[in-house]
RNA sequence: GGUCGGGUGGCCGAGUGGCUAGGCAGAGGUCUGCAAAACCUCGUACAGCGGUUCAAAUCCGCUUCCGACCUCCA
């Protein structure tokens, strides 16, 4: 079995074989939301994506830092007014009753696709210090030039010095240079239109600015990713993740900054995942194409045709490369959902087999070696889509053992408990999928017996139309009725 | 216009020079009192046009369509 993680790098375009800096600990550091509005599902799809990456890591017994920020400041608008300055302007509240508002919603979303919480989740806000910090030393470098109480990144200059600008998204600064002739007149205070602010001095009516040599303002953007993941990752670290989109200008003026600010490259491996569209167009809300979780949840949507649980969702996701487009469409989720269904119920029979052989079977070997595959998937840049369906080779498996068209005893109780090991590890601990139908308590199950016994009572005595009844009123409950070679069992629909 | 990534069967979605992806839907069958479930079998596929090759969905070129970024965006 290759043992080896590749992963993507988006530096270098290709797949690489993961090395950590520091043998059995990662630092890894991945963009998180703008909290001035509900989170977006794109946003929980990326957030997903990167959960599983992280419990990928763990199981494979790395130690991790997992450093996940909350932009609470320092995010521009159009006309230039601060994210969460229009979202309190709007809402009448403090920007940091904005903040916490949906920080909270932004929680207890993430809680609802059962992701993990990262192990550090710093706020812009609570990092102006480091970020003045910072922009002094770019100021030292050469890299930053003040104007009228702003401070900019001077790209050319950093460009032509180090040939690093424009790695990450492949741009070619000669073009910006280009570009720049046309344009150089009708810039305000920058040098160069690629330049960007690092620090900028704030208009008597900006609700958040802080003190700094400067003037009194508000950090740039893409400084805060800077400054935390150098506080809590060092100067270099790990993977650095986010969103594809924001390759340019986000995580290229980050590597700027880190550059200009230390001399190196932070991060060794970066990971961007792909977008979430919306029947095949991206989602909007100027069109009307866009679903919320929320929505997605209740059905309460023209997109679907009924709600979808998160772990559906979840599923749904896992059904696709992190690195790839994925489509969500009301018939793509239906599928989704009555896959995720058959996994869990063969789950719930994979539970209840035992098998008296104890010597070792040909089944036993091709379903270790269908394990190994899947695990080698994962090991293939997280490659789910495809470890998922090595698992559904193994549901066929466990399905026939469970109906007796594959005698039990021909796989061995050890094999079995492979299986099963194999199962909790991928399903529970990677995927970080959970049984929704598993809440059940009380007294519906004995409940259920008691139908299920009376059922059999009239089926005994050729009763038909009673043992119909039964069966189908429970179907109208949505109560499904399974006559198995082991007798009678039942599920949700 | 520039940069980057895509177009795979009815739908979603892996694969990336010769070898079954998988899920859902469809057809036939086994089982069943009848069904359902489960299992077995089956089908149609690689956007178009050229080229390279013994061999291409996979490499190259062109065309076309879609998406992302270039301006806030996961």
Not at 143 to 169: C, H, I, M, P
Request: aromatic share 10%; proline share 4%.
């Amino acid at each position: 079995m290759n043992t080896d993680l590749y992963i993507y790098n988006s530096l270098s375009r290709q797949k690489e074989k993961f090395t950590p800096l520091h043998e059995g600990f990662i630092g890894m550091y991945v963009c998180g939301p703008t909290v001035y509005n509900d989170v977006h599902l794109g946003n929980c799809r990326t957030f997903m994506s990167f959960d599983m990456i992280y419990r990928y890591l763990r199981y494979l017994g790395y130690k991790i830092r997992y450093v996940r920020n909350i932009t609470d400041v320092g995010h521009l608008l159009d006309d230039g007014e601060d994210r969460m300055s229009k979202g309190a302007r709007i809402d009448n509240l403090e920007p940091m009753e904005v903040a916490q508002k949906y920080t909270n919603g932004f929680h207890h979303m993430m809680k609802v696709f059962n992701t993990l919480p990262p192990s550090i989740e710093p706020r812009a806000t609570g990092h102006i210090l480091e970020q003045i910090e910072m922009v002094q030393d770019i100021i030292d470098h050469g890299y930053g030039y003040v104007r009228n109480g702003s401070v900019y990144f001077d790209t050319l200059k950093f460009a032509q010095k180090t040939g690093e600008y424009g790695k990450l998204s492949g741009r070619v600064i000669e073009e910006l240079i280009a570009e720049s002739r046309d344009n150089l007149k009708n810039q305000d205070e920058k040098n160069h239109p690629s330049d960007f602010a690092i620090w900028m001095k704030a208009s008597d009516e900006h609700l958040m600015k802080w003190n700094s040599p400067w003037s009194v303002g508000f950090p740039g953007w893409h400084l805060e990713c800077s400054a935390m993941s150098t506080k809590y990752l060092g100067r270099e670290f790990d993977i650095h993740g986010g969103g594809n989109d924001l390759k340019f200008p986000h995580h290229e003026n980050e590597i700027a900054q880190n550059m200009g600010a230390c001399g190196c490259q932070p991060a060794r491996y970066w990971m961007h995942t792909n977008m979430l569209l919306l029947n095949g167009k991206k989602m909007s809300k100027s069109d009307g194409n866009t679903i919320s979780p929320e929505e997605l949840f209740t059905g309460n949507s023209v997109h679907v045709t009924k709600g979808y649980s998160p772990m559906v969702v979840r599923f749904f996701m896992l059904q696709s490369h992190y690195r790839s487009p994925n489509d969500l469409t009301d018939e793509a989720l239906q599928a989704a959902e009555k896959g995720y269904k058959r996994l869990f119920e063969a789950i719930k029979n994979l539970g209840s087999l035992t098998s008296p052989t104890t010597a070792p079977t040909p089944l036993d070997s091709r379903c270790d070696e269908v394990i190994v595959t899947a695990f080698e998937d994962m090991n293939d840049d997280f490659n789910t889509p495809k470890a998922l369906s090595r698992l559904f080779e193994l549901v066929t498996i466990i399905n026939s053992l469970k109906e007796g068209q594959v005698p039990v005893s021909d796989i061995s109780q050890e094999g079995l408990e492979r299986i099963k090991s194999a199962f909790r590890t991928i399903i529970f601990d990677i995927f970080g999928l959970l049984d929704e139908a598993d809440t059940d308590s009380g007294p519906v199950d004995g409940l259920m017996n008691l139908i299920i016994d009376l059922r059999h009572q009239a089926r005994n005595n050729k009763d038909w139309s009673t043992s119909d009844k039964i069966r189908d009123s429970l179907n109208e409950l949505n109560i499904q009725i399974k006559d198995g070679k082991e007798g009678t069992s039942w599920g949700y629909k």
